[in-house]
Structures are given as structure tokens and as C-alpha cells.
């Protein structure tokens, strides 16, 4: 069977099986956790090939843009399959039993979105192509946001799903920016090919900048600083959807991203060193976070973030055991990460008390949960014979083999000392030392929920002492794609008396010192409201409310709501348009043009459509006003019949006419004086801009008449006119013939018009009605 | 040989469904039959335009047998193919929600002459290759809205409608001073005789001046920064299935003579004017979305961001290259389809939550979960998230500015896209997530006249989502038209048409009186 | 008060006046008129009608509404253009009939049917207006 193939089948499993859930709990439950498992299956009988050499299986999509949904499936893909596969099965047994209680509907619904994201998150680590990648990226963003938000009628489970959303996509997009550079720069989207020819990528001078945006897209995926602050608030999801997405397999995809394309980006001499400034970073804040948190789950989701630091940083260090250290730590990390949210997963559920502080002594109640509690905290605190402990001793191994070695070794055991208290800390706060206050335990631990925790803490040990199982099967070949050439990998316990053992001594003496003293130094930490202002979320609703009042200043001055306003604006707007058009065209602004025939005539009648235009536009009272229009139309009208065209004098005599009519009708119904709305100032403005638009209107007409007018089309309309249209009087064969759909468009104005009128002058008007009355029904 | 006559019906049909419409005017059975008759032959006629154009190509047809440039030309590229199937397709989806949403005292006031008059309007105007003939489906395009606009009466349909007629109407008149001005100057007002003619001639101020006439008037009518008031302060106000058409079709119409006049008839040259094009691109994405973003009616929200949308449609016209110019071709298309399923769910979630205002309604994901997924589809393809149309949409904008170099451009344009983004998970957050602040007395049902369009429109943007190819490739053609005026002009004046428009001006003497009579279209200009 | 002089005297004036404004619809082809002018003076006519009268009476003169009458007129002006689809694949080819009637030579075109269809159109739309207005007033 094809990757392709089994994908696809697990994309139809995803949707279907959450809806046989809702349906027959028990038939539902099991084939939810059967989708998982069988890809889990499938992707472990890939290990031998994909040791070999990567699979590689084309899907064409969109070829006109260079896009396409090719697999490929290396060493580092496969173990991130393996990961989201085997945690996803463990995830929908637990978030099953998780759930038990809740409504078919709101159990269907989380788990048609874990499993549609575990899809999601399988196709974007296997894919070849950069764009597809990004596709399936910004679909784990949308599913994140749909589970973070999950409790959805709490404000902060949905403030926290849209920062998530906001970050990670907002991030996305800076993301999409850097691959379709990539698309411009390189020709092609696909991660082979670049893999086997980066040259046009590398010596692009755009290289620098495509690093920048995709590192950006991958440190708010990876929650990496200045974004770190999203993820602890996403522990607003069900305890499933965090242990999942939000420290085993989403939030990885920046790392992934970066270690997939560290062997290209590693060319820039900047890009490691960056990385290393990056994750330190990250690693220090969260740190010292996680030492300032009360719940349960925010200490998991900082040491989380933690962690993705040093993932950050082991990407940016060089040599070849920094690969190998990235693979194990991503391994091993995911392993006890997931079973310790497991764990606080079962304790909130069976105490509902989110904070640390206030659980103890639930070994007795729930012995099997401690127990596998233990199990994850060992491989975590990176104790012996836990895989924890190997991928520890490797951290070390790479930061002192690194350019580095002083900042990164004192950063590592400084954080890692961290890691070892909080291990402690989970170990012995919820289990082994009695509860402050009495604590009420609703019920003892489900079968579905212990499964997952204690099978990820078993295999955590026994990665730990044997990891010939793991080493050439899965590390090597994982390490060799992201080194870029085939590595030679020893994974194996015992160092001996290396320095890094030292060094993993010296972290779990600090460590339990920490642990030991943890209440009074989260106790003091927490007082330091600098560190809020410094480290938590701020930042981001600083961006957001300054944006939102932006928005507000902008709105409120552009749509203000006053005609009058619009229009002026809108008219400024074009006027100088106009004027920049007579400043920019090809001639002087006014043309010399030659008029020979000075009418007396025509002379008295333009005079009588400016004294118009005027009385119109000075008087107050409506009816002089209409005089004045009509003084205009009028004299319009006599200018027709002096230039020859009696058809059109008598249409503009008969429109006045009506006009006359129809607006007197109008009248009676309105005040017949209106008062002056525009200040002095204004109505000067507005002068001014008038007398500004007619002369460029002035100057455009001179310009009609300055150019020799093109007579093809009327001379051939009069030619024709008779000979093949049958009608002597050339505008009316215009009308009905030449240009009938010209006549037939403007009927069905009138037409329009009038049947608009006819409904909109109803006699049970509006301005009679209540206005309440009408509104109501109204859509 | 491909059939021209596939041009005619789109027009023709819907201009007959309201002529009949308005001839039962009292028997309201008869029109709402007449009507849905006129809706299914209209798709099938423009789904049969488009695909006669997209295995010609361009293809045109002269009214009246009048050769071109003496008759009324009627093209169709792939644009505006494409833009008349997505209209029948619109018009269809709506008449449909229309069973339920349109009301018998708005079916009185005319709703059905005026409805499929707006279609015509539209189609008219996507589809004509005259100048003032274009004029006349603007104008047909505005007194109709305008009819429908305001078809409830109520106080603030008239003051929504009051402002969408002054500041409209200012700009059809400003489009008819410049086609006066063009017509002096050149003589024609067929678009591809103009097309040919402009482009040698000398562009003096006046010729500036219609140029930048013509700008402004479409510039209106689309909604561009800073002319787009009548827009938000209209388009909530309409009901939702007039609101959902106009939100759709009638900026796009702006958008489409816009690309119209400046890639056929003005071309772009020169920076001043590209800088000008891209400052007021950015400008509409960000005061667009700026508007959207401080909203709390659905229907509000979705109209500024008809605004944002169509700064991204004016990328194309910015930067001008063929990609570009595919790209806000595809824009356009997705656009269409997207914002008036939007306006539809605004209908659909009033139904089924009891308000379009975001502060009054709430809970809909428990009790309406399909609804949900009906509305994340179009919501998430308007912010761009893949694989739904939008997300392809802008690709194609973002990576023709990237190639061009454009790169502040696509900075805003990314940047619009979070925000865009935020406004639509606002609604989701507040309309389907929020527990409702009233309780409902009763189970709210979510018609099915509206759960049909819906679900249509909604396919359409999967469809194109989930198989871009074939639209990309036509987005291209579309694009390729754009940039190469001679494959729009060479159909219009085709062998035949030619020749005949040939013989007949050689030599023959011309009827002095006939000229004198005052042989020109003034007439028409008069009538408004 | 009306007075029965003047409405009977109105009377006679409005019929006089349509059929001037049918004259210049038919002429219209070649000597000035048309539709468009034809049509406002007929309309014309029933505003006289309506002056004197009163709107009622105008109304039931015009015997259809005015709507309809609209309807009817766009039908008439895209039916006109039909013919020239089926008999030249073009629509809007005017298509001519000549009879030879042995005094003259009468021609007649489709362009008639469509002129016809603007009269009908404006002599509604004007009307359209003018009756709401009136009754409104009189309301």
C-alpha cells in the first residue's frame, strides 16, 4: 500500500469514525482508536525502506503553479509519523474515556477534530512540496483553534483560541511569504529538489530574507521567542487536545520545518548562531515561567516550551551529534511530555482542581496514574535507564562539540535543572505529599485514560535500556536527513565517565535542590510583576487593542455617517484627479482653438443656462431653485434647435416639461425653503471646488474641439441611413436601429425607475407610519 | 465556428423575465414562476457561454448586423465569461434563498422585474464591447439596485439608499462626461475600435481628463479608498437576499470596467500612475479591513470587507503583469462567490439565532452544528486559509507582487489577511462559540430555501479549492487576454464584419442633411 | 368642484392629444418623433386627463396599470430583435416587409414593433410617477 493511499484512507476514517462515535459509543470508540493504530501499523512496516532510502510517491495537484501533494518520506518524517500515529492512538483511547460523560455531540465533535488533526498533521510532515506543506500547516492552526477554544462558552478559552490563531497563522502567512520566494527565487516548491540543487536558492540575493520569514512562521508555530506566550494560554483546550497538539506533535512543526531545511539554511552563517540566540532564550524565559506557575498544566505547558527551545537550539548548532541530540530529544521528549498531560489530565478530570498546589496524596486513590506519573518524570529529569537520560546526555555531548560551549552548556544546565524540579515537583505535589486542604476525588482512574501514560512511560524505559531498538532503525536514518549525509549513529546508555555525565549529576543535584525549595521561589518569582510585564502576553494585546483603535480612529473619520461629508470628500478626491490629468497630459492646459462663427444668438442663450446654474446653486427656496434648473434645461434645449437638432429640442423640451410637473408634485409634500447646512467656510470649499472641476471640464471640451473630430461614424449612420435602415430621420434609426440596445437598455431605466417609484411612493409611506412599525420585520 | 448568439441570452433572458415579471404585475404566483423559469434558463445560458468561450476563446457579436464600429459589439473573454457564470450562478442561488427571505408585500413592490433587471444590468455590462453601451448597463445596474435597496421602506433603507443613489449617481455622471469627452476626441465609442485608436494617439489633457473620469466613475462604483462610503453606509440595510446579490455582483462590475478601460483602452504607463494604483490598492485592503474589524453587525463586517477584498483585486491593476493580472482575475471569481454565501449565512444565522448583530445572538455551534460548517467554509476561504478558493486567490495576488517585486504590497496584503482573519472568527466566536445572551423560546429552524444556496455556493468554493488547476489555468487565459488587447480586439472586428464595414465607407457620397440633422447619439444621453 | 364642461372638453383635448402622439410615433422613422417623443406626449395626455379629472379617472382610462403596461413594452422591444435572430443569426436585425399597395409603397419594419415598445415604456413610467404623486397629494 502507498503512503497515498493509506493517508487518504486514514483522511476518510478521520471524518467518518467520530460520526459512528456519536452514534454507538462503544463500535464509535473503537474505531476511532483504530484509524490511528492502523496507521501507526502501517508507518512502523515503513521503517526498513525508509531506512534504505526515503520514499518518494508523486500526486499531481495544481502543475500550472508548481504545486503537488508528493510524499516524501525520509528518516525525520517517519519519525514524526510514528510520534503522530502512536500518540494520536493512545490520544483517542484517553480522549474516549475522557469524554465518557459528555453529550454525543460534544464527544463526536472533539473527536472528529483530534483525529481530522492528526490527518492534517500526517500530511505535513510527509510532504514533499513546500506549498502543500503550508497547507496542511495552516490546517493544524485551524484545528488547534478549534480545540483550544473547545470549552467555547468560556471568554478565556476563546480569547486563548484566538491568540493561537491569530499568532500561528499570522505567522503562517509570513511563512507563505518565504515559500513562494522560494517559488520565485528557486522554480520549485518540492524539498528534494531543493535538497539536490539549492544553488539558485543559496545565492539568491532574497536568501536572507526567505530565512527570516519562514524562521518567523516556525517560531510562533514552535512558540519560540518573542512568541512564546501562546502556548501555556492554549492549555484553555481539553487536557487530550494539549497533551497532543500542544507539546507532542503541533507545536514540533516549527522545529520540524527548521531542521528539515536547516541543511540549506545552514549555508547563511547566521542561521545557527540565530538559532542557538533563539532558543536560548526561549529556554531561559520558560524556565523561569514555569517556576512562576501555579496550575498543573501551565508547568507542563513552560517546560513544553522549554523544551522546543533547546530542540531550536540543538538545530542551531553544528556537528554531527547535534543531529543526532535533535532526534533524540524530539523522541524522547514526546514520549514523557504526553504521558505527564496524560497524567494531569486525570487528575483535573477526577479532582477538578487545576493548581499544583493545592493537590496531594492521590497515589492512594489513583496508584496506577502515579505510578506512570513517576515513570514520565524519570525520563524527563533525564534520570538512568530513561531515554530521557541518553537524550540528555547527548543535549550536553552537542553543546560543549558546538562553537559555543560556554553560553550553551550554562544555559542547558540551568534550564535543565529546571526540568528536574518540575519532574519532582509533578511527582510528589498531586501523589506523595498529603493535600493543604481536602481535596474531593470524584472518581478513581478510568482503564482508557491509564493505558496511554503508562504504556509512553513503559516504552520511555525501555528506549532507555535498550536503545539498539531505536538506534539504527529509527535515529540514524531521522538524524542522517536532517545532517544531510548518511551519519554513523551510536545511541546507546552508558557513556562512561564523560564530562556530559558530570554535568547530568550536577543538574539533578540542582534540580532537587529546586524542587526542594520550590514553594519559596515560586513564592518570590511570582511577586516580580516585572517579569508579567516583560514576559507575558502584553505584547500581543498591545499590537491588537492599538490596531482595533486604529481601526476605530479610521473608520469613525472615514464613514462618519454624513452625506454631505462623502460627497465633498468624494468630489475632492476626483477633482484632483482631473486637475493632475491636465497637468500630466500632452499639451498645453488650455488649447488656442479656432471658432470663427461668433453666434449673438447662441451668446444670450449660454447666458440664460449660467443665470440658471446660479439662481440655482445661491437660492434658498426649492421652488426658485427649480425655476433656475428649468432656466438651464430650457436654454439646453434652444441651444439643440439653434445647432440643428430639432429631435433632441423637442425630448428636452418634453423632459423639462414633466420634470416641472413630476418635482411640483414633490414640492407639496416638502418645505418649500431649506436651510443653509454648510458653515461659510464650506460652502466657500465648495465653490471653489466647482469652479475648479468646471474649468478642467472646460479645458477638456476645448481639447475635444482643438483635435479635428473623426466623422466615420455619423457620416456612415447619415450614408446608410435610408439605403439600408429605411428611415430618413437618421436619430431615430440610431435609436431604434444602430444603436436599438443603446434605446433598449434606457427604456428598461425608465421602466425601472418608474417601478421603483411606483413602490417606494406608496401611500402608507414611512414618513406617515410609526417608524417602529415597520423596521420589525424587516431583514 | 463557435455560436456568438451564446452572447445574447444572458442579457436577453433576464431582461425578458422582467418585462414578463412586470406584466403579471398583479398575479404574484405567475411572477414567482416566471421568475424561477428565467433563473434556471439563465445559468444554463451562461454556463453554455463560458464553456463556448473557453473552447474559442474570445468570441464577439454585432447587434443589429451593424459592422463594428457602427453597431453595438458584444464580447466575451474569459473574464467576463467567467464573471456572467458566476452571476447566473448567483442569481440563481439567490433566487432560491429569495423563496423564503423575499416577502409578499416585497414581491408587490416589484421585487421580481427588479431583481432580474439587476441581472441584466450586470450582465450587460460584463459582456458589452461598447462604450456607452456600458453606460446604459450601469444605469440600468443603479436605478434597479436602487429600487431593490429600498424595496422594505424603512427609515433606514431610505437613508442607506439615499446615500448609495447621491454617490453613485455622481459617478455614472462623471462616466458620462467622460465617454462625451472620448467620443469627441476619437469619434467611436466601440471599445475595440478604441482600443485600437487610443493607443496612437496623442494624450492630451482632455484625453487625460476622460481617462481619469472614467477612473473616478468605476473607482466609485467599486468601492476603492476613499470613494467607497455609499458602500457600508447601504448594503446592511438591504435584505438578505438583495444585500447578497449586491454584495457579489455590483463592485465587481466597478472592477471589471476598471481593468476593462485601463488594459484595452488606457494603458498603464509610466510610474506615476502605478504608484498611484498601488497607494490606493493598500489603502482599500487596509481601510477595508479597518472598518470590518471595530464592527458587531455580520452584515456591516462583511461590507467593509467587500472593501479590503477589492483592494486585493486592484493588486492586478497596481502591478500589471500577466500573473497579476490572473491573479485578480481569479480574485474576482472567488470573491463572488465567497461574500454572497457570507451575506446568505448573515440570513441563515439571523434565522437561526435571532439577530445579525453579534451582541444578540450566540450558542449556534450546539444547536446548529451543520450551520457551522456552512459558514466556515466561506469564512475561511475569505481570510485565505487553504485549501478553499480564497487561500489560491491570494497566492497568486502575493506571489505576482513578490515576482514584481512589490514586496510592501504583498506585506499589507498578508498583513490584511490576519486581520481579515480576526473579523471572521469574531463572528464564529460570537455567533457559534458565545453561549446565546437570550434564551431562545423556542427551537429556531434554519429554512431550507436558505441551506440550498448555501450549501451550492459553498461546494463551489470547495470545488475550486480542492481543484484549482483547471481555474487556474483559465485565471491565466483571463490574464493573457488582459495584457494583449489584440486578442479582444481581433474577434470583434472579424473577417467578415471587415470587409463589409470596408466597402461601405469608400468613396459614396454623404447625405449632407443627414448630417445635419444631428447624426450623433445625443439622444440617448438626454433621455436620463 | 369640477366642472362638467371642462372635464368633457378635456375629454375630447385628451383623445386629440394621443392621437398626435400616435402620429408622431409612426412618423417617426423618417421625419422627427419616434417613440421617446410619442410616448411624452402621451403621457402628456393622461396628465391632462389626470389634471381635470382627477387620477381615478386616468387610471381607468388607461384600463391596465401602468406596471404592466412597462411590462408590455419591454416585451414588445425584445421580442422586435427576435425575427432577426431566426432569419439573420442577429439580434436587433431589423427585418422589413414591403407591400406594394399601387399608390405607395408602404414599408414595414420590425423597427416598429420596438418603437412601439418605447411608447408603451414611457407613456408608463411617466405615468407611473404622475399617479403615485397625484394620489398621494389627494390621499
Known sequence: MSVTLALALGLIGSILAPFAAARWKTIGNALVVAVPALLFIFFFLQLGAVGEAPIVEENPWVPSLGIALTIRLDGFSLLFALLISGIGTLVALYAASYMDEKTPFYRAQFLFYILLFMSAMLATVTADNLMALFVFWEMTSLLSFLLVGFDSTKLAARKAALQSMLVTVGGGLSLLAGIILIGVTAGTFSIGALMENPAPLVESPLFTAIIILMMAGAFTKSAQVPFHFWLPNAMAAPTPASAYLHSATMVKLGVFLLATMAPIFSQAAWFGPTLVAFGGATMLIAALQALRSTAFKAVLAFSTVASLGTITMLIGLDGEVAAVATVGFILAHALYKAALFFCAGIVIHATGEPRLNRLG??????????????????????????????????????????????????????????????????????????????????????????????????????????????????????????????????????????????????VVALGLLVAKYWDPIHVALRRRRIFDRLLDDRGYYWVLDNTLAL??????????????????????????????????????VFPSVNHPEFNLYMVGVVGLIIVGCFVAALTTSLVTAIIGVGLAGYGLALVFLLNGGPDLALTQFSVETLFVVIVTAVLLRLPLMFTKTRTPGE???????????????????????????????????????????????????????FRALDTFGEIAVVAFAALGAWALLRRNNVAKKKPAATPAKEG | MADTLDLLWPVLIPIMTAALAACFWHNIRAQRIVSFI?????????????????????????????????????????????????????????????????????????????????????????????????????????????????ISRSREQLDGTIKYGVLNLFGTILFLIGLALLYGATGTLNMADLGQILPGMTLTPGLMTAAMLFLAAFAIKAGLFPLFFWLPASYHTATFAVGAIFAGLLTKVGVYATFRTFTLLFLIEGDTLRYVFTFIAAMTMITGVFGAAVQWNIRRILSFHIISQIGYMLMGLAIATPIAWAGASFYIIHHIIVKANLFLLAGAIRAAGGSDDLRKTGGLLKSHPWLAVLFLIPALSLAGLPPLSGFWAKFLVIDASLRAEYYGLAAVALVVGVLTLFSMMKIWMEAFWKASPVKPSRRRYVPVAFIIPIVMLGAVTMTIGLFAEPFVTFAREAGDVLVDPPLYIAPVFGAEAAAEAGALIAGEAIDADAIENGADNGVEEEVQ | MRSIILVASTRIFFIAMLLVSLWILLRGHN??????????????????????????????????????????????????????????????????????LGLFELKLGTTLVFDIGVYFVVIGGVLSFMFRLYEEEQG
Do not use: C
Open chain 1, 361 to 506: 496524596g492521590l497515589a492512594s486513590v489513583m496508584p496506577i496514574t502515579a505510578g506512570a506519573t513517576v515513570l514520565a518524570a524519570f525520563s524527563a529529569a533525564g534520570l538512568p535507564p530513561f531515554v530521557g537520560f541518553i537524550s540528555k546526555e547527548y543535549l550536553f555531548e552537542a553543546q560543549i562539540e558546538s562553537t559555543f560551549t560556554a553560553i550553551a552548556v550554562l544555559i542547558g544546565v540551568l534550564v535543565n535543572t529546571v526540568m528536574v524540579a518540575i519532574a519532582v515537583v509533578v511527582v510528589m505535589r498531586p501523589f506523595f505529599r498529603p493535600a493543604r486542604r481536602e481535596l474531593h476525588v470524584h472518581h478513581g482512574e478510568a482503564t482508557g485514560m491509564t493505558v496511554g501514560p503508562v504504556a509512553l512511560g513503559l516504552i520511555g524505559l525501555l528506549f532507555g535500556l535498550a536503545p539498539g531498538l531505536v538506534a539504527t532503525s529509527l535515529i540514524q536514518p531521522a538524524a542522517s536527513a536532517i545532517y544531510g549525509e548518511p551519519l554513523d549513529v551510536s545511541f546507546y546508555l552508558w557513556h562512561g565517565f564523560t564530562p556530559m555525565l558530570a554535568l547530568s549529576i550536577l
Open chain 1, 551 to 588: 481601526a476605530r480612529w479610521s473608520t469613525l473619520r472615514l464613514q462618519n455617517g454624513d452625506l454631505r461629508i462623502y460627497t465633498a470628500v468624494i468630489a475632492t478626491v476626483v477633482t484632483f484627479f482631473m486637475v493632475y490629468a491636465l497637468l500630466a497630459g500632452d499639451g498645453p
Open chain 1, 683 to 737: 460652502r466657500r470649499y465648495d465653490a471653489s471646488l466647482a469652479a475648479v472641476f468646471a474649468l478642467t471640464i472646460f479645458s477638456a471640451v476645448l481639447w475635444v474641439e482643438a483635435v479635428p473630430f473623426n466623422p466615420v461614424i455619423p457620416e456612415y449612420f447619415a450614408q446608410v441611413s435610408y439605403t439600408e435602415a429605411f428611415g430618413r430621420n437618421v436619430v431615430n434609426v440610431v435609436l431604434v436601429d
Open chain 2, 38 to 150: 428565467g433563473l434556471v434558463m439563465l445559468f444554463a445560458a451562461s454556463v453554455k457561454l463560458t464553456m463556448t468561450v473557453v473552447e474559442h476563446g474570445v468570441i464577439a457579436k454585432q447587434f443589429g448586423g451593424w459592422a463594428p464600429p457602427f453597431g453595438i459589439s458584444f464580447v466575451a473573454d474569459p473574464l467576463a465569461a467567467a464573471l456572467v457564470a458566476i452571476t447566473g450562478l448567483l442569481a440563481l442561488a439567490v433566487g432560491i434563498f429569495g423563496f423564503y427571505d423575499v416577502r409578499a408585500r416585497h414581491e408587490r413592490a416589484g421585487f421580481y422585474p427588479l431583481f432580474h433587471g439587476m441581472i441584466t444590468g450586470v450582465n450587460g455590462a460584463f459582456l458589452t464591447g461598447d462604450a456607452f453601451n456600458l453606460y446604459v448597463w450601469f444605469e440600468v445596474m443603479l436605478v434597479t439596485s436602487l429600487g431593490l435597496l429600498v
Open chain 3, 31 to 100: 421625419e422627427p418623433g419616434g417613440g421617446f417623443i410619442g410616448g411624452l406626449m402621451g403621457a402628456a395626455a393622461f396628465a391632462t386627463l389626470a389634471f381635470a379629472a382627477g387620477v381615478d379617472d386616468a387610471r381607468k382610462m388607461l384600463r391596465i396599470h401602468p406596471a404592466v403596461l412597462m411590462g408590455v413594452g419591454l416585451v414588445l422591444g425584445a421580442v422586435s430583435g427576435l425575427p432577426g435572430v431566426v432569419l439573420n443569426g442577429s439580434y436587433l436585425q431589423h427585418q422589413w416587409l414591403e407591400m406594394d
